[in-house]
C-alpha cells in the first residue's frame, strides 16, 4: 500500500461530508509525463482527441481542509496504471481530481455494523470505524493476500483479517463471513464486483435483509487490468 498526498490551492473548498465518500483521480496517460486536463461532456470527461482519459476512483483517507491536503492510499500490486503511478510519482508531479462522489450516510439506530472489505476497501472501512459510534458494536472482516494493516481503534470493534487463499476467488472470505455472522443492524461491503453480488444475493435473497439496512459495492473486477487501485471505479 502506497500513500500519496495531494496539496494545493485547487482543493479549496473541496469538503467531504461522509465516511466512505469517492474522488476520481486524473492520471498521466500512460507513456506521458505531463497531464492533460479532459474536457466534461455531460455524460463523461473526454480528451481533446476523443480519447477517454485514465481515471481512476479512490476513498480518500484524509481530507484536511486547513492544509489543503487529500492522502489517497493505493493498492501497488505490480500491476495497471495507478499502481505504476503510485510507485514512481515525486513531489511537486501534478494531479487533478474531481468529487467527491457519495458517501454513507451512518445510521445511527442500528445499535451494530458488520463491515467487510479487501484491501480497496480500508480506507472506508477506517473511515467508518472512526465515524461510527462508541456504543455501536462493529465486526469488522477483511480479505488481504498480505500482512495485516493498523485500523483506526473502536472500543467496541472486533476486527477479524482473512488471508486470501491462493486460487481461492476474490472475496470468497468475505462471502463466508458474512454467511457465518450473527445478524447486523447495519451492513456495509466492498470488494470485487462478482464477490459483492454474490454478497447481495447471500443478504437480501436468502436472508431476507431489507435493502435499506446494507450497502453494498462493487469496488473492482477481476481480470480487468484498468480496475486497479484503493476502492476502484465504485459503482455510482
Known amino acids: 500500500m502506497a500513500r500519496v498526498t495531494l496539496t494545493g490551492p485547487a482543493l479549496e473548498g ?40 485514465t481515471l481512476r476512483t479512490f476513498t480518500p483517507r484524509r481530507v484536511d481542509t486547513s492544509a489543503l491536503e487529500v492522502d489517497v492510499d493505493v493498492v501497488v500490486h505490480g500491476a495497471g496504471a495507478a499502481s505504476a503511478w503510485a510507485a514512481a510519482v515525486e513531489p511537486g ?70 488471508h486470501r487463499a491462493g486460487g481461492a476467488p476474490f472475496g470468497a472470505a468475505l462471502v463466508g463471513a458474512a454467511a457465518a455472522a450473527a445478524p447486523a443492524g447495519h451492513v456495509w461491503a466492498a470488494g470485487e464486483a462478482a464477490a459483492m453480488q454474490q454478497l447481495r444475493r447471500l443478504l437480501f435473497d436468502e436472508r431476507g435483509l431489507p435493502r435499506a439496512r446494507a450497502t453494498v459495492r462493487g469496488y473492482w473486477k477481476a481480470g480487468r487490468s484498468a480496475d486497479d487501485g484503493a476502492g476502484s471505479d465504485p459503482e455510482p
Open 14 to 53: 473541496l469538503v467531504v461530508e461522509d465516511p466512505a465518500a469517492s474522488i476520481r483521480l486524473l492520471l498521466p496517460l500512460p507513456g506521458a509525463e505531463e497531464l492533460v486536463l479532459p474536457a466534461w461532456t455531460g455524460n463523461e470527461f473526454l480528451l481533446a482527441d476523443g480519447r477517454r482519459p
Open 93 to 162: 508531479a501534478p494531479a487533478a481530481l474531481s468529487g467527491p462522489g457519495r458517501g454513507h450516510r451512518v445510521d445511527a439506530g442500528a445499535g451494530s455494523y458488520l463491515l467487510l472489505g479487501d484491501e480497496t476497501a480500508i480506507a472506508a472501512i477506517s473511515q467508518l470505524l472512526e465515524t461510527l459510534g462508541a456504543d455501536s458494536a462493529v465486526r469488522v472482516h477483511l480479505e488481504s493476500d498480505g500482512d495485516p494493516l493498523p485500523l483506526p481503534p473502536h472500543p467496541r470493534a472486533e476486527v477479524t483479517w482473512h
